[in-house]
């Protein structure tokens, strides 16, 4: 599985931005996908994860009431709605796929995306 992002870029604290994830090659619907972020200096965390059908989705507290994650099986493309953001949302997302259950542990995804940087000023 090939994994694109797309979609970031820099806004204004309080603005929003949609992240798009492309995937190709094996197929999409069968995976759970998630979006995770690393800002410079730290680690890699967890923001949303949905399961292939859509019908379970987990959010870190971080971002919970504020985005949505979203995917479109037929169009093989996950999303991240990202409302009300903040200076320390300022860090590269990531989109990760998985051939089982929704997780919040980046080590237990298989495939990941190079990334798109999201910049908020304050």
């Known amino acids: 599985v090939q994994l694109v992002e797309s979609g970031g870029g820099l806004v204004q604290a309080g603005g929003s931005l949609r992240l798009s994830c492309a995937a190709s090659?094996?197929?999409?619907?069968?995976?759970?996908m998630g979006w995770f972020r690393q800002a410079p200096g730290k680690e890699r965390e967890f923001a949303a994860a949905i399961s292939w059908s859509g019908g379970r989705i987990v959010y870190a507290n971080s971002v919970k009431g504020r985005f949505t994650i979203s995917r479109d099986n037929a169009k093989n493309t996950v999303y991240l709605q990202m409302n009300s953001l903040a200076p320390e949302g300022t860090a590269v997302y990531y989109c990760a796929a998985r051939g089982g259950v929704v997780t919040t542990q980046p080590d237990e995804y298989d495939y990941w995306g190079q990334g798109t940087q999201v910049t908020v000023s304050s």
């Open positions: 090659g094996r197929t999409f619907s069968i995976y759970a």
